[in-house]
């Protein structure tokens, strides 16, 4: 069986929905359908949720709300009149604004969008609405996988077919808890995984991951196949297709993802693998994907081998500052710890008094301004001379390299250049490894 996800642009207004349901009835393998509340469309500027959550602000300061409950009210009242089907919207809506008065929590007003949105589907799909409070729980943000995979379970008929919405579930206390933003991916790999599903597809509006930005190397390639781990190396990849954390459970129970596009259902999408079940690749490279505004703390310091207790002295100051490192490269007498400039923005001083006082280095340089490349392939384990291509690429462009890493995996070469260079790297090697493929 199949569990199909269909993010907001899929859902925004009565045509979208017309769509959806030709893509989910041509296969009655499809026996869960995961919905997100209506996002935007040409004519819709707002997201449902971004509108509930405006809801809740002015609420929660007393405000009257009236004028932006008006325009959800009217989005889905549209909806289930172009769609002509049976339900009073009328009175669901009124529940949730008498909710909203009567100081009903942020999430569980967030929560409503999907919540509408599923029970408008089942209705025009003639399945049955399966309310993601009885099956999905979750404690700090978080899904308690063991009770959720219970209830679903428990709840879920597999001669039957269900419209269940994203994004939330109970929590302890047994009210309305919500995921972090895009939420609703989670919800449908939690799904998945939980009914050991054949795959997971992911309804959205693009047709899968490209290979590079568009708008850096103008062309628009599909990655046609990736695996888990590969993605999570290109997770600087600008758009974000899927939620971060709807892989792992997914990846757990070794079920394939599809990335797929409802505007055009013949595309052939993104399908994402576990990492054992596709050694190898046609191309050596499968994406590259990167990001700029790194800001560098290079720390030198002679024999810094020798304190056993070095490292660990640095890196809790970056601990006791709350500040992620991306990548650490280092070198006999030199480390140099890469995060993203919005960071540590303001705390530069104090990182390296810190670090002076804890480690007496000989030095310590801060410089801003350097992009991050991720090249990634699992094809690139068993070729040769990938890094060499890279680098070819850069030195005919005339871009210097400021630091480079390969992760342990082999399958991702990670470099470092100036901002003002990305843009030509990316294109440069992009181009180069095209060339090789002809
Ligand atoms: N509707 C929620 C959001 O806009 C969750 C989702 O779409 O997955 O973040």
């Not at 054949?198 to 047709?207: A, I, P, Q």
């Not at 003002?420 to 090697?429: L, N």
């Amino acid at each position: 069986m199949i569990v199909s996800k269909f993010g907001g642009s899929s859902l925004s207004n009565a045509s979208q929905f017309e769509k959806v349901k030709t893509i989910v009835l041509n296969n009655s393998e499809r026996k869960v359908v995961v919905v997100s509340a209506p996002g935007k469309s040409r004519e819709e500027k707002h997201k449902v949720t971004d509108l509930l959550l405006m809801c809740y602000q002015l609420a929660s300061h007393k405000l009257n709300f009236d004028e932006v409950f008006g325009i959800i009210k009217k989005r889905f009242k549209n909806i289930v009149k172009d769609l002509n089907i049976k339900l009073d919207i009328d009175k669901e809506l009124e529940i949730i604004h008498r909710e909203i008065i009567g100081g009903a929590s942020r999430e569980f007003i967030a929560s409503r969008g999907e919540y509408l949105n599923a029970k408008i589907l089942a209705n025009f799909l003639d399945f049955d609405f399966l309310d993601a409070k009885d099956i999905i729980f979750i404690e700090n943000e978080k899904a308690n996988m063991e009770k959720s995979f219970k209830a679903i379970n428990s709840k879920i008929d597999l001669e039957k077919h269900y419209v269940v919405p994203g994004f939330y579930g109970s929590g302890i206390d047994s009210k309305i808890k919500t995921f972090s933003r895009g939420g609703s991916d989670i919800s449908g790999a939690i799904i998945a995984a939980a009914l050991d599903a054949e795959l997971y597809e992911n309804w959205t509006d693009v047709s899968g991951f490209l290979t590079a930005d568009p708008k850096i190397v103008l062309e628009e390639q599909t990655i046609k196949t990736v695996t888990y781990r590969e993605l999570r190396e290109l997770s600087y990849m600008g758009a974000p297709v899927l939620h971060e954390e709807a892989i792992f459970p997914v990846k757990a129970e070794q079920i394939p993802i599809k990335i797929l596009n409802t505007n055009r259902p013949q595309d052939s999408g993104t399908l994402i693998l576990p990492d054992e079940s596709v050694n190898c690749s046609d191309n050596i490279i499968t994406g590259i994907s990167g990001k700029k505004d790194f800001t560098v703390i290079r720390i030198e310091k002679v024999f810094m081998a020798e304190d056993l207790s070095f490292y660990r002295k640095v890196l809790s100051v970056f601990e006791t500052n709350d500040i992620k490192i991306e990548h650490m490269p280092t070198s006999i007498d030199t480390v140099s710890f890469v995060v993203a400039s919005s960071e540590i923005e303001g705390k530069e001083k104090k990182i390296s008094e810190e670090i002076a006082i804890y480690t007496s280095p000989d030095n310590i340089f801060i410089s801003k301004g350097l992009a991050i490349i991720a090249v990634v392939g699992r094809g690139m384990v068993s070729a040769k001379g990938t890094s060499a291509i890279i680098f070819t690429a850069l030195a005919e462009n005339n871009i210097n390299i400021r630091m480079i890493s390969q992760g342990s995996s082999e399958m991702n070469i990670i470099i470092g250049v100036l901002n003002e260079d990305f843009e030509a790297a990316i294109e440069a090697i992009y181009k180069k490894f095209k060339e090789l493929k002809k």
